[in-house]
């Protein structure tokens, strides 16, 4: 196991990537508090982790600092550590730049980006205690783009940015990374050969893809060399050229 007794905060751990990251470290021996503003969705997601004894469900929303602040302090009260954080949770408003008004440009930044600053800010003495360390899911989004994705995109890249500036001002006792996924099959989504093959491996992700990078990330033996860094888990999609025939 590569994490045994450790404790660990998943946002965005309801469904998708992050359910993935949670099951994934509880059966590396990890435990798990698990925000979301899902609770029916954390509810199944605990007793697929086998119980209250392995995750711990907080309703809440990671753009609200008080939520927050009461994640944190209800992981370490409950299972009196904090190893690590993997800040998921995201959202997406995908509309013209002239349709998106300024709330929802501010909603996405506050969801996406802002609770990275929030849990780092109120994580960081847990952290330093244990000499844990942060995951920002960000994605290739923050390298490349499609249209009418402005706000989602500038989040992304602003976690790449956010994730070297933190492993830089946590240091040394925290380490700070950035996973940017590319195309994951979140939905279960019927898929055509052609998807598949724009990838360089021959498939579209799946959620586990993802959660294994940012498991190893989390480990302090098998990662305690790589802070600041983002690791582009795609496929290798955003290495191949496509051309219109």
């Not at 998943?10 to 508090?33: F, K, P």
């Not at 199944?44 to 929303?61: F, H, Q």
Request: aromatic share 6%; hydrophobic share 45%.
């Amino acid at each position: 196991m590569n994490h045994p007794d450790k404790h660990f905060i998943v946002t965005g751990a309801a469904s998708g990537i992050g359910r993935a990251v949670a099951l994934r470290l509880v059966a590396e021996g990890g435990t798990v508090t698990a925000m979301d503003t899902d609770g029916a969705g954390l509810g199944d997601l605990c007793r697929e982790a086998g119980g209250a004894a392995a995750v711990e469900p907080v309703v809440g929303d990671v753009a609200e600092e008080g939520d927050v602040f009461g994640c944190v302090e209800r992981a370490e009260q409950r299972f009196g550590r904090l190893d690590g954080i993997v800040c998921n949770a995201g959202i997406m408003k995908r509309m013209a730049v002239e349709d998106l008004s300024y709330e929802d440009w501010h909603r996405v930044l506050d969801v996406n980006l802002s609770q990275s600053f929030l849990f780092a800010r109120h994580g960081a003495a847990g952290l330093r205690k244990s000499g844990g360390a942060m995951v920002l899911v960000a994605s290739t989004r923050a390298f490349m783009s499609e249209a009418d994705t402005e706000s989602y995109s500038a989040t992304k890249g602003g976690l790449v940015a956010l994730a070297h500036s933190l492993a830089v001002s946590l240091s040394p006792k925290v380490r700070v990374n950035a996973v940017a996924p590319g195309w994951i099959d979140v939905s279960g989504e019927t898929l055509r050969p052609v998807d598949h093959e724009q990838h360089l491996v021959g498939r579209v992700g799946v959620p586990e893809d993802v959660a294994h990078a940012a498991s190893f990330l989390l480990d302090g033996e098998k990662a305690g060399f790589i802070t600041g860094q983002t690791l582009v888990v795609d496929g290798g999609m955003t290495r191949k050229m496509i051309y219109a025939h």
